[in-house]
């Protein structure tokens, strides 16, 4: 939902369809355990019924932060607006900092986080966690935002969401195998 690109949901994924949750058992090795590297670590065996009741609203919440903030009127650039003197899209390392060329070769990262531009004082920065423990990170510079609000949070409910607040470059902790969505505000230009 957070691609420029049109979202491509298929139904069945979230009811396990009959292979536990993986879309694709041509890809699991019966000669490995089931928790081998080569099986997903484990991942397409797990338990998607207690997730089956927050998932429609998951997906529905999403919907509703692609609707109300990301009006793709053009493709992304990352090219500087010298209006703004932000990128309409730009990537970040856990230190809060832009992504340099070196660190996209870093196979070890479990992590990726961007920024999108939604309007003139609004942005979205989405953090994605796909280790195993927990992710300190640090929220990008107030150039991005005077302000950051957890707007979504895949690691709680979504009726059981409040939003946090946050400052720039303020620490933040995002759970294991997870996504947080923040909304950035500034009230200069």
């Known amino acids: 939902f957070l691609s420029a690109g049109v979202p491509m949901l298929r139904m069945g994924d979230e009811l396990s369809l009959s292979q536990a949750g993986s879309n694709n058992a041509y890809s699991l090795d019966p000669t490995k355990p089931w928790d081998a590297p080569e099986n997903f670590y484990g991942g397409w065996a797990l338990d998607w019924s207690a997730s089956r009741g927050d ?6 919440a999403l919907a509703a932060l692609r609707a109300k903030y990301l009006l793709f009127n053009d493709f992304f650039t990352g090219a500087v607006d010298h209006a703004t003197n932000r990128k309409d899209l730009a990537w970040f390392n856990q230190d809060g900092m832009e992504m340099s060329s070196q660190t996209w070769q870093d196979g070890s990262l479990r992590h990726l986080a961007l920024y999108f531009d939604a309007s ?12 195993f423990d927990s992710l300190s990170a640090t929220l990008p510079h107030r150039t991005w935002g005077d302000s950051f609000r957890k707007i979504y949070d895949s690691a709680i409910e979504v009726g059981e969401l409040h939003p946090q607040l946050a400052t720039a470059s303020e620490q933040i902790e995002v759970a294991a195998h997870t996504l947080q969505i923040w909304l950035a505000n500034r009230t200069r230009s």
């Open 120 to 131: 003139h004082r609004q942005g979205l920065y989405a953090i994605l966690n796909s280790g």
């Open 55 to 60: 998932l429609f609203d998951a997906v529905a």
